[in-house]
């Protein structure tokens, strides 16, 4: 054994530091460390860092979604795909409440004095659902494999589209996470393209389940291109996409999924639908609150642990 032979055990060094809380981990560099942080001229500092909130709780949200695949996916490659457009989301949502934090300090919530919890992790671990500005389509619950697919094939086509235009960003920071971001993003389309038109041409009951989960979140698609006054300022400025912009580059896309699939667009969901609550103003479904009491629940349970 290393510590009858003198050399120690291969755990000291967990405890050095502030043993009492080794637990919660070592702790993270500032994700912006050595960025030019500076809000561009012109721009309201409240404007952008709410606008960078809505992009980083859209990725935060389905990040935390997709994880709930980990080990029930049908398959060990589709367990470690879906792991892996997890976390790349949970990367740019990092990165982009890092943003929102440096651009409005005010975004982030209040903490016992003395924790040490970093902005990101705050605005992640802290925030009641109705302080969440993530789309709807994000928080709904994954359904079967088949559900999920098809609601990844829409956010990731939605995403993608804007991130494209984010890289002309005059927001440094915006601009690198597009760069980035649309490399991962461009790959989880067509994974989700992939597993669409594969399940559609399946077996009937393949088909059936991804037709029916294209049918269940076609109510929510609506609400990614409606754009809210955040938005639609940060685009007028340079620095955010007016997601309305996009709608049409989308529904090419998609059409094209669908032709390949042998699938029918669904119909446009009843006014009513399309405008039942809206995630962008913080009107969620149970889903997110259900979702968020369980994400969140050893954060607020330490508030002064290292993560």
Not at 34 to 54: F, K, N, S
Not at 55 to 72: F, I
Not at 107 to 136: C, H, Q, Y
Request: negative net charge; glycine residues 10%; hydrophobic residues 45%.
């Amino acid at each position: 054994m290393a510590e009858e032979a003198g050399h120690g055990s291969v755990y000291d060094g967990l405890l050095d530091g502030d043993a009492s809380r080794w637990a919660f981990g070592t702790g993270f560099e500032d994700p912006l460390a050595g960025v030019d942080t500076a809000v561009p001229e012109g721009v309201d500092p409240r404007c952008l860092g709410t606008y960078c909130l809505m992009l980083a709780d859209d990725a935060l949200v389905m990040s935390q979604r997709l994880g709930e695949w980990t080990a029930n996916a049908p398959d060990l490659e589709d367990d470690i795909a879906l792991a892996n457009i997890a976390l790349d989301l949970l990367g740019q949502a990092r990165l982009l409440l890092a943003r929102a934090a440096a651009a409005d300090p005010s975004l982030v919530p209040e903490l016992p004095e003395g924790s040490p919890v970093p902005p990101e992790d705050a605005l992640a671990f802290f925030r009641a659902d109705g302080e969440f500005r993530n789309v709807r389509l994000a928080e709904a619950e994954n359904g079967d494999f088949g559900a999920t697919t098809a609601r990844l094939l829409v956010f990731a086509a939605w995403r993608l589209a804007l991130f494209q235009r984010l890289r002309d960003s005059r927001d440094t920071v915006l601009s690198a996470v597009a760069a980035k971001g649309v490399k991962e993003l461009a790959y989880h389309r067509d994974y989700a393209a992939r597993w669409f038109v594969t399940l559609a041409r399946g077996t009937g009951e393949s088909r059936r389940r991804v037709t029916a989960g294209l049918a269940g979140v076609w109510p929510l698609v609506d609400e990614v291109f409606a754009g809210h006054a955040v938005e639609r300022a940060a685009a007028d400025r340079g620095v955010g996409v007016d997601p309305a912009d996009v709608a049409a580059e989308v529904g090419a896309v998609l059409d094209q999924v669908f032709a390949a699939g042998g699938v029918e667009r669904p119909p446009a969901p009843p006014p009513a639908a399309a405008n039942e609550g809206r995630g962008r103003d913080g009107a969620h479904t149970e889903a997110l609150r259900a979702m968020l009491a369980d994400m969140q629940s050893v954060a607020r349970a330490h508030p002064l642990g290292r993560w």
